[in-house]
Nanobody
Framework: VQLVESGGGLVQAGGSLRLSCVAS????????MDWYRQAPGKQRELVAV???????TYAGSVTGRFTISRDNAKNTVYLQMNSLKPEDTAVYYC???????????????WGQGTQVTVSS
C-alpha cells in the first residue's frame, strides 16, 4: 500500500499549483486524507484535512487560498493552491488513514513528499 504525490514544482508568488496524491495497493477503505508540509528547519504542520464524506478543515495560514478535495472512486486527494506566497515553500506530504480489510484497524500511510517552491 502506498501514497504517491505529484504536482509540485517552482512557481512565482501569486501563482497556482495543484497537488495530487493517489493511494494504491490492498485498500478496503480510506478515512481522512490530509496534506502536511515541512519547511526547512521547521516542524511538519497540518495544511488541510478532508473526511471520507467531504468535510474539510484548513490551517489558518492557507484558508481562502488552498482547497482540498478528493475522488473516493480513484482513492485520490487533491490540493489546489492559489495565491501562493514564498512562505508556502515546503515539502508537501500526503497522509491517509486506511483499512486493508473490514476487520483491520485504521493504519497510517504517508507519501514520499513533493517539493513546492514559491519564488518572490
Amino acid at each position: 500500500v502506498q501514497l504517491v504525490e505529484s504536482g509540485g514544482g517552482l512557481v512565482q508568488a501569486g501563482g497556482s499549483l495543484r497537488l495530487s496524491c493517489v493511494a494504491s495497493g490492498s485498500i478496503y477503505s480510506i478515512d481522512d486524507m490530509d496534506w502536511y508540509r515541512q519547511a526547512p528547519g521547521k516542524q511538519r504542520e497540518l495544511v488541510a484535512v478532508i473526511s471520507s464524506r467531504g468535510s474539510t478543515t484548513y490551517a489558518g495560514s492557507v484558508t481562502g487560498r488552498f482547497t482540498i478535495s478528493r475522488d473516493n472512486a480513484k482513492n485520490t486527494v487533491y490540493l489546489q493552491m492559489n495565491s501562493l506566497k514564498p512562505e508556502d515553500t515546503a515539502v508537501y506530504y500526503c497522509h491517509a488513514m486506511y483499512r486493508s480489510s473490514y476487520f483491520t484497524a485504521l493504519d497510517d500511510l504517508w507519501g514520499q513528499g513533493t517539493q513546492v517552491t514559491v519564488s518572490s
